[in-house]
């Protein structure tokens, strides 16, 4: 089964800190990959992507700063390492490739082998 296998969410508090990470199955992490979340009630949208040629990244307004995206090719893996949390950052989590030319803009209806997701919470 080709689809992308997230780990790593959990429950923290405000200003901590969680390591997601994504493992390419049946398929090769290449081009661009991305992070994607939903939260209750609202629209999945984009966090963070990485070309995984050259590991240019780009970034959601709301987390630049506080994300970090890189990825590791030997391993087929995508990693995004989130500090500072904040309750609003509470949401599901996901791990998809991103097709072609819209990595830099995180369009969310231009991804594949999405994942099960991994459970972000935030406390206050």
């Known amino acids: 089964q080709v689809q992308s296998v997230e780990s790593g969410g959990g429950s923290v508090q405000a200003g901590g800190s969680l390591r997601l990470s994504c493992a390419a199955s049946?398929?090769?992490?290449?081009?661009?990959m991305g992070w994607f979340r939903q939260a209750p009630g609202k629209e999945i949208q984009g966090v963070a992507a990485?070309?995984?040629?050259?590991?240019?990244?780009y970034y959601a307004d709301s987390v630049k700063g506080r994300f970090t995206i890189s990825r590791d090719s030997a391993k087929n893996t995508v990693s995004l390492q989130m500090n500072s949390l904040k309750p609003e950052d509470t949401a599901m989590y996901y791990c998809?490739?991103?097709?072609?030319?819209?990595?830099?803009?995180?369009?969310?209806?231009?991804?594949?082998?999405r994942g099960q997701g991994t459970q972000v919470t935030v406390s206050s």
């Open positions: 998809a490739q991103v097709l072609g030319i819209y990595c830099p803009t995180l369009r969310v209806d231009k991804i594949r082998y």
């Open positions: 049946g398929y090769t992490a290449s081009g661009c």
């Open positions: 990485i070309y995984t040629a050259d590991g240019t990244p």
